[in-house]
């Protein structure tokens, strides 16, 4: 699966959008972008995930660049409650395997 | 509640017992996974289960044996640990189909002594 760099920690203005950046240059064209947060002493939680096109749930949007080597989450009005370690991790189609690296550790501030 | 039950949450354990780790999903999926998160580092994938038959095995000492008897469960039996073994373990399951998202349990924070 292709790497993904992100910063190792942000902070963010609560009631704010917040955009996480990731970076993944060497995605290949049947991986898909995940990303998932862990707050602390919790297990992971799915967030959104997309291929080349922009995704948007309930929780947060996905903008993925043209050549699909960056994206972006946007959490659109950040709360305490988003403070997490955030993860951004590039998946092969059909793989079981997910991998995570370190991630961005995002703190919400009042 | 995440749809992914694991018990317990806390476990201290001697070097000498055997204790196991119980997963169970309420989401009706046919893969589940256990993974290692050791303090300041990533999340290690450690077992794959699809469909009730162990697909992935990522070099992890026999000390730790996975177990799953159907879909819905999934047991980690531990025996002869050392400290370092001391994590959090955390459980997930999913659709057994491409790009299926994985969804994870709260884990069980385990201490070896």
């Known amino acids: 699966d292709a790497k993904t760099t992100q910063p190792p920690s942000m902070d963010c203005a609560e009631g704010r959008a917040a955009n996480l950046p990731c970076n993944h240059s060497?995605?290949?064209?049947?991986?898909?972008v995940y990303w998932y947060r862990q707050i602390h002493s919790q297990g992971p939680q799915y967030i959104i995930h997309?291929?080349?096109n922009n995704e948007t749930n309930e929780m947060a949007s996905l903008i993925i660049t043209e050549d699909r080597k960056s994206s972006t989450l946007i959490l659109p009005h950040a709360t305490l409650r988003d403070t997490a370690v955030y993860y951004c991790?590039?998946?092969?189609?059909?793989?079981?395997?997910?991998?995570f690296g370190k991630g961005n550790q995002v703190v919400v501030i009042p | 509640e995440t749809g992914v039950t694991q018990t317990p949450r806390h476990l201290v354990m001697g070097m000498t017992n055997k204790k196991s780790l119980k997963c169970e999903q309420h989401?009706?999926?046919?893969?589940m996974y256990w993974y290692k998160q050791s303090a300041k580092k990533p999340l290690e994938l450690m077992f794959v289960?699809?469909?009730?038959?162990?697909?992935e095995n990522n070099s992890v000492p026999s000390r730790f044996s996975p177990e799953c008897p159907n879909s819905s469960h999934l047991f980690l039996h531990l025996h002869t640990l050392q400290p370092e073994d001391s994590a959090l373990y955390l459980c997930?399951?999913?659709?057994?189909?491409?790009?299926?998202?994985?969804?994870f349990g709260n884990g069980t924070r385990l201490t070896v002594t």
């Open positions: 991790i590039v998946r092969f189609y059909g793989n079981n395997r997910l991998a």
């Open positions: 997930a399951s999913s659709q057994n189909s491409h790009n299926s998202p994985l969804h």
């Open positions: 060497t995605i290949s064209g049947n991986e898909y």
């Open positions: 289960y699809s469909l009730e038959e162990r697909v």
């Open positions: 997309g291929l080349k």
């Open positions: 989401l009706g999926h046919n893969a």
